[in-house]
């Protein structure tokens, strides 16, 4: 079709529930991890969960890293939680590892960020979302509206790319980042409701 959406599969994580958000909202989807197909489709998800260092040297393994670098150029791409850390420069988890560099930024601990200690690392459940600036991808959602988050690592020194955060005892949650055509959710929109449903269509649109 048209408006075929790739999830990308390189063996981290359970891609069934993203798969059925997107056929939910009636959209073409196939989970692949074949180069070809990923050159044939209108728009790729990076999905992942797990150590950012282990999903690395999958993509590496499967050859995948130039293959996604070459296709944001000329696509829509949306990274979901480690899928989007994976997008920056670095991360600091467990040593430092190269990231994708499509978004210029560093992962980081969010405990060693946090001055409160008794809040609970990851942080995990719903939070709100503040937006920062204005993208199609906020189309059909509001300001203040939920999400549902899982992590211990966050973006950082990524300013310029931010386009809304989460507040998460003293620290400013990256939540969604783009640059061009690459977007990043930290937050499961798989996971997020009728909110998380409509950046997805959003997304599908772009």
């Known amino acids: 079709g048209e408006n075929m959406i790739a999830i990308?599969?390189?063996?981290?994580?359970?891609?069934?529930?993203?798969?059925?958000?997107?056929?939910?909202?009636?959209l073409e989807t196939e989970i692949t991890g074949d180069p070809a197909r990923l050159q044939a489709a209108d728009r790729i998800i990076l999905p992942g969960v797990g150590a950012f260092g282990d999903a690395r040297a999958k993509l590496e393994e499967a050859g995948l890293v130039p293959v996604l670098k070459k296709e944001?150029?000329?696509?829509?791409l949306l990274g979901i939680c480690l899928g989007m850390q994976l997008l920056?420069?670095?991360s600091m988890?467990?040593?430092?590892?190269?990231?994708?560099?499509?978004?210029?930024?560093?992962?980081?601990?969010?405990?060693g960020a946090l001055t409160d200690k008794t809040l609970k690392v990851p942080?995990?459940?719903?939070?709100?979302?503040?937006?920062?600036?204005?993208?199609?991808?906020?189309?059909?959602i509001e300001?203040?509206?939920?999400?549902?988050?899982?992590?211990?690592?966050?973006a950082a020194h990524c300013e310029e790319s931010t386009l809304a955060v989460s507040q998460y005892g003293n620290v400013s949650v990256t939540g969604v980042v783009r640059r061009g055509n690459v977007w990043?959710?930290?937050?499961?929109?798989?996971?997020?409701?009728?909110?998380?449903?409509?950046?997805?269509?959003?997304?599908?649109?772009?």
Do not use: C
């Not at 944001?72 to 829509?76: G, L, N, Q, T």
């Open 184 to 206: 990043g959710t930290q937050f499961h929109p798989e996971k997020s409701g009728e909110t998380g449903l409509l950046i997805l269509k959003a997304f599908s649109e772009l």
């Open 123 to 140: 942080h995990m459940g719903w939070n709100r979302l503040e937006i920062r600036r204005e993208d199609p991808l906020f189309r059909y």
């Open 93 to 111: 988890e467990y040593g430092m590892h190269k990231g994708l560099g499509l978004i210029p930024g560093q992962v980081e601990d969010l405990k």
């Open 143 to 154: 300001n203040g509206a939920y999400v549902y988050y899982v992590h211990s690592y966050y």
């Open 8 to 26: 990308l599969d390189y063996g981290v994580g359970n891609l069934f529930s993203l798969s059925g958000s997107l056929k939910a909202l009636g």
């Open 72 to 76: 944001a150029e000329r696509k829509p």
């Open 88 to 90: 920056f420069d670095t």
